[in-house]
């Protein structure tokens, strides 16, 4: 077994909890709290947040994460 992880960003919107969902119903897990910065050169706020998931494959550095 392989641990993946994948750090999800995205503007404060719904479309961040709207990505975190998603992983999450991919069998992703939560790793760690979220994150909130404001990103001064966009002038918005930004959130982020750590996933991880267990996967049979071996971990290879062209993975496609989001796609596991």
Not at 25 to 48: E, H, I, K
Request: charged residues 20%; hydrophobic residues 40%.
């Amino acid at each position: 077994m392989t641990t993946l992880y994948r750090f999800l960003s995205e503007e404060d919107t719904s479309a961040f909890c709207h990505k975190v969902s998603a992983a999450l119903a991919n069998g992703w897990s939560l790793y760690g709290s979220p994150t909130q910065t404001f990103d001064a050169a966009s002038g918005v706020m930004r959130c982020g947040q750590a996933v991880i998931k267990e996967v049979a494959a071996d971990y290879t550095p062209d993975m496609k994460l989001g796609d596991q």
